[in-house]
């Protein structure tokens, strides 16, 4: 008995094999259990917080006519580039709401712009009674950083109008970046143009910080 | 002690020459940097590329390649010939090709240009090519106050004999074929809601040119065709969308069909009743010999009479079950008062609805709630209820439900209580999608009433602890003494659970999913920022492809 009892405590392997096998189950046991997880929950410390630095701007506005000849009298339409710089941002995507007036201009659209390589275009909505453009796409690559276009507005004034009017962005509109749940944008400024001249004039309006 | 000096000199030496080299490069790292930054700091510059556009899309993507000795050319107006100077003293023409000039993979840049507007770029097009930007690659009215980037398309000419003149003299190929998803012909049926509704219908187009073919390009044209020469008045209206351009659809591989591709019929609500057929087809853009347009996929729907979709002026517009003309709508209802109610003991109740007369001034006790939750069990996906969500049994199998009801008359009533989900299997025989009114693969509750309950119209507002600001509510929806099931299919997709109602599905959203789906493992939650977040949508345990596909459908569409 004795001798047993000094093999036993001479030769501890048996007793690691029965602490393995145990510490074993238990983490299979925790790995197997249903992960069921809802709301979401504070992870504190995680991740160290993002800082909004980016901005969004409209460019001023240039004309698209293909042929400058022919547009004297046929229709003739134009572009503004909406620009981003995104600062320390590593920018993943963009949701736009721009506020324009559909009794001056007309034949709306936007585009995506060249920020984005591939990028994918998760909405598009163009709202002509209430003038309200809703556009938002998005890179499945990594974020990217820089500054650059991310879509372009086309648009015709309507014959005959006259007035001063503005792509306004709307509150809606949100910069999102990698490591980051909420908007990353810190400002955006929209555009002022008048229309009833040969030629729109534009000037960019004040920007607007979040 | 020698030895000391000699080795202290000779490190000495050593270090002398190490700084004098440091300084140099130091020098000339910034002469690198400051004289061209000092070359073009004086105004701004058109840059861009070239690119090979494979898919005739317009935006370069990868494994698309830049193009090399393009000749690019820039001019300022007014335009006085060549090679002259504008009213700024400025070269108002210069050229230079592409990928010179010390610039590598198929750039361009003109430096050092004034600010002004009426400037214009152009690429050449090289023989055997077209361009694929529009506007034949040329940029005109480009009004510069900054660096501007254009970048443009170009594709070979795909005419398959190799010399680039349209015609192809060696030709193999067969036409595509257009296939239903799934097969058969589908019935359309609906109610209106709003001026009009939607209904689609999905196929596919195979290339069946064979591999060696040398003509053919992989671009289709679609078309939807009557299969009558008119449908009279107000008729449904076509539309191929996304990915399809302009109605056609691009870079289909033999052997690759493009799958997934999707019609949308719009009925309006003056569309008349009847069975309307009408047929899909394709054909290369590049080929205009019709025995190689693909054979017609048939497609039948119908509008019912009397089903609301129509506006009625008398009874003779509707039919049972409806039978009664409101002419205030001009919608086809059940009743207007209790005689045009047939059945002994029935009343008719403000929608319009025979229902029992206790149910008119009684009162009740239980209100079953019936809770499809998008992309799980038999509920699709709110854009499009389509049989890729239909099979999915939840991991948890229990939501808790709030129900908030309330009239003008009566005092709030906010009830809770726990959902459980009833299993379902898809047969192979079941309909794709399955019926909509059905417990299976629905979240079931029973609520208990208090207590002399009446029984009457009320608004009555649900949601899931799942995402409690996507609620739904129901408006002037009856409760009668004789059992009443409220149908509510909810949203998904409201991951950070924002409750600013402008952002309740929004990019943010999609951005947590997709850092969640990137993650090994695909993971049914994951930390972003400081917050875990749960972005098993269609909660099958993972965060994948379906969640994202549902997603951005419910994006689109409660944005649309």
Same mark, same amino acid.
């Given at each position: ?15 690691? #094999? ?7 189950? #238990? ?56 620009? #981003? ?12 709401? #721009? ?112 | ?560």
């Amino acid at each position: 008995m004795q001798n047993l009892r000094q093999n036993l405590f001479a030769n501890k392997t048996p007793l690691l #094999i029965i602490f393995l096998v145990i510490a074993t189950v #238990i983490l299979v046991a925790l790995a197997m259990a249903p992960n069921r997880p809802s709301l979401p929950t504070p992870n504190l410390g995680a991740q160290k917080e993002i800082i909004a630095d980016s901005s969004l701007s409209l460019s001023e506005l240039y004309q698209i006519d293909e042929d400058e000849e022919a547009s004297e009298a046929a229709v003739v339409s134009y572009q503004s580039d909406v620009q #981003i710089m995104t600062g320390k941002n590593k920018v993943t995507g963009v949701q736009l709401e #721009i506020k324009y007036d559909p009794a001056l201009i007309t034949t709306v659209d936007v585009l995506p712009g060249d920020f984005f390589q591939n990028p994918t275009e998760l909405l598009k909505k163009i709202d002509t009674e209430e003038g309200i453009i809703s556009y938002a796409l998005g890179t499945e690559n990594k974020g990217l950083s820089g500054k650059g276009v991310v879509a372009t507005i086309t648009f015709v004034p309507r014959t005959g109008v006259r007035g001063e009017t503005a792509f306004e962005f709307l509150s809606k509109t949100t910069v999102v970046a990698e490591n980051a749940d909420q908007t990353v944008l810190k400002e955006m400024s929209g555009l002022e143009f008048s229309l009833g001249s040969s030629t729109p004039t534009s000037s960019s309006a004040q920007p607007a910080s979040l | 002690m020698p030895s000391f000096y000699y080795s202290w000199r000779s490190s000495n030496t050593v270090m002398n020459l190490f700084k004098k080299l440091l300084l140099l490069s130091l020098l000339f790292s910034l002469g690198a940097y400051i004289i061209p930054a000092i070359a073009h700091a004086a105004g701004h510059e058109i840059a861009g590329t070239v690119f090979i556009d494979s898919n005739s899309n317009g935006t370069r993507e990868t494994g698309e390649d830049l193009k090399n000795n393009v000749k690019i050319e820039k001019w300022r107006n007014p335009a006085q010939g060549n090679n002259v100077k504008d009213d700024l003293g400025n070269n108002n023409y210069e050229t230079m090709d592409t990928g010179t000039k010390g610039l590598t993979n198929g750039r361009y840049r003109f430096y050092n240009l004034p600010s002004g507007n009426k400037y214009k770029i152009k690429a050449n097009v090289p023989t055997g090519f077209t361009c694929t930007t529009g506007n034949s690659c040329q940029r005109t009215g480009i009004n510069l106050n900054g660096n501007k980037t254009y970048s443009f398309g170009i594709k070979q000419n795909t005419d398959g004999d190799g010399d680039g003149d349209g015609q192809c003299k060696d030709d193999k190929r067969v036409k595509p074929t257009v296939k239903a998803q799934p097969v058969g012909a589908v019935q359309l049926t609906g109610d209106l809601n709003g001026d009009y509704y939607e209904k689609v219908f999905t196929f596919k187009v195979s290339n069946k040119n064979p591999k060696n073919a040398k003509c053919g390009k992989r671009d289709y044209q679609l078309q939807a065709v009557p299969a009558v020469a008119s449908w009279g008045s107000n008729p449904p209206s076509f539309e191929f969308r996304s990915p399809m351009v302009d109605g056609k659809v691009l870079d289909v591989k033999p052997g690759n069909p493009a799958e997934q591709l999707k019609l949308f019929v719009k009925v309006f609500k003056t569309t008349p009743a009847g069975t309307y057929n009408f047929s899909v087809r394709a054909q290369d853009t590049e080929d205009s010999e019709s025995t190689r347009m693909s054979d017609n996929l048939q497609f039948r729907f119908v509008v019912p009479q009397g089903d609301n979709n129509d506006t009625c002026t008398d009874n003779s517009g509707c039919s049972a079950p409806s039978p009664i003309c409101k002419l205030d709508t001009g919608a086809c209802v059940e009743c207007l008062e209790d005689t045009d109610c047939a059945e002994d003991g029935k009343v008719c109740n403000t929608n319009n609805i025979c229902v029992d007369e206790d149910d008119g001034g009684g009162s009740a006790d239980k209100i079953k709630v019936r809770l499809g939750l998008d992309g799980i069990g038999t509920t699709g996906s709110l854009q499009e209820p389509s049989c890729k969500f239909t099979t999915n049994p939840p991991e948890d199998k229990e939501r808790t439900l709030t129900l908030k009801i309330s009239s003008s008359t009566t005092e709030p009533l906010t009830l809770n209580d726990t959902a459980q989900y009833e299993d379902y299997t898809r047969a192979s025989t079941d309909a794709c999608p399955p019926a909509t009114k059905m417990d299976k693969g629905k979240f079931i509750a029973e609520f208990d009433l208090p207590a002399g309950f009446a029984s009457k119209s009320y608004n009555v507002d649900v949601s899931s602890n799942d995402s409690p600001n996507l609620h739904q509510t129901k408006e002037n929806f009856a409760i009668n003494t004789s059992g009443t099931i409220l149908d509510v299919d909810l949203p998904a997709g409201d991951i950070d659970k924002n409750s600013d109602p402008e952002l309740r599905i929004d990019i943010n959203d999609w951005n947590i999913l997709r850092t969640c789906q990137k993650k090994s493992g695909s993971p049914a939650s994951c930390a972003v920022g400081t917050t875990t977040y749960k972005t098993d949508l269609d909660d099958d345990g993972k965060t994948d492809a379906d969640d994202m596909t549902l997603f951005i459908q419910e994006f689109f569409y409660r944005n649309r």
